[in-house]
């Protein structure tokens, strides 16, 4: 039977919240009168979530239940979530009953109106503002400045996708966050809504300032892979370049010293025991290295591509195309 939501829920120790979560969840989506179903995924709980999910499974056909043998994290349990899904539109949602069930007609809404990617934004967060919420901004600020794609709250989880833009999306790290920012870069359309945000009533939140740095060391990745994943030399390029500059500019400051520094200067120390001497060298030998980093990077990406016929392309669809061969490097994206 063809599904139209899919419902993700990644769980982690939620078992005083899962009751109540999937009564909301089966009320809101009875009511949109579409087809669906309700993926968990248990990231190797060790309380009783499981066992509740296994009970919920057995009398409900339309839940669904991935269990992992251990604990992977959260984007780990996202990404099986959306795997093992079956929806045209996937809708991720946190267990601990802090997003809202009743959000997801607004979100279909606008997904209704041609965008790929509809994200909520918490924008009366029930969170401790030093803890939580003022490094969340920050982070957010950052990654809308170094992506490009400019939206207030990377890290509410409740949002809709279209299955088609998360066909070719692998998750790793915390980079469930950057979906938008591969959507965008795959030429989706997105937008964010408002939506609500309930205080934590059960259990302990999972969230910590730890993980606010590992968020910003995945954006590292996340820049190179969307701006630059079929040229890295051009990524590693600008870095190269700024050290051959500063070599430049050191050897120009060792020079002009010898050409204007005077009399004192002709009869002074020699050359090389000038410290900008020695920076010139540095960061010449600097810029040199992440050149060859760069040209490594090159032949790596070349070799995953060429190796497992990968195009550096994505294709939207295809009209008047029969051929397998031209089937198989157009069905990216589709």
Known sequence: MKIDVSVVVPVFNEEESLPPLYAALKRELDALGKSYEMVFCDDGSSDRSLAILEDMAAKDSAVKVVAFRRNFGQTAAMDAGFK???????????????????????????????????????LKRQDSYLTKTLPSRIANRIISRFTGVNLHDYGCTLTAYKREIMQNVNL????????????????????????????RKFGQSKYTLKKTFRVILDLLTVRLLVGYATKPLYFFGRFAMLGFLAALCSALIVVGKKAFGGPEFWGGPPVFTDPFFYSTIFFGIVGMQV????????????????????????????????SPRNQDRGSLGQ
């Open 291 to 322: 050149i060859l980093i760069g040209l490594l990077a090159e032949l790596n990406v070349r070799t995953y591509y060429e190796s497992q016929n990968k195009p550096p392309f994505i294709v939207k669809r295809t009209l008047n195309i029969d």
């Open 172 to 199: 790793y790290g915390e980079m469930h966050r950057f979906i938008p920012v591969y959507a965008h870069w795959a030429g989706g359309r997105v937008t964010e809504i408002p939506v609500t945000h309930h205080p």
């Open 84 to 122: 093992f899904a079956a929806g045209d539109i996937l809708i991720p949602i946190d267990a601990d009953l802090q997003n809202d069930p009743k959000d997801f007609g607004r979100l279909l809404a606008e997904i209704d109106k041609g965008y790929d990617v509809v994200k909520g934004w918490r």
